[in-house]
């Protein structure tokens, strides 16, 4: 089974950056699509960003032309570049395969505020 581990957020003022990481296993990494997913406080989980094991990327309109997501499939990681963070990008990340399978890491809290 899946096993993640998301690093890298943090506290960052509105039209900043970060970068988060995210550590797999118990998967076969390089034929498995990946996502990145966010939490906001009161919403649902939403996915943010994939990338198939080709490497073609989608992206949720909210994000388009901001974050760039990418992966290293010799350290079976996958990556999420964010750029001109707002307010609202605010959320707990979390990496997962794509689809989607219930097994979670702690995620990563963004904090995107002055």
């Known amino acids: 089974q899946v096993q993640v581990v998301e690093s890298g957020g943090g506290l960052v003022q509105p039209g900043g950056s970060l970068r988060l990481s995210c550590a797999a296993s118990?998967?076969?990494?390089?034929?498995?699509?990946m996502g990145w997913y966010r939490q906001a406080p009161g919403k649902q989980r939403e996915l943010v960003a994939r990338?198939?094991?080709?490497?073609?990327?989608n992206y949720a309109d909210s994000v388009k032309g901001r974050f760039t997501i990418s992966r290293d499939n010799a350290k079976s990681t996958v990556y999420l570049q964010m750029n001109s963070l707002k307010p609202e990008d605010t959320a707990v990340y979390y990496c997962?395969?794509?689809?989607?399978?219930?097994?979670w890491g702690q995620g990563t809290q963004v904090t995107v505020s002055s």
């Open positions: 997962n395969v794509f689809p989607s399978v219930p097994r």
């Open positions: 118990g998967i076969i990494f390089r034929i498995s699509a």
């Open positions: 990338i198939t094991s080709g490497g073609s990327t």
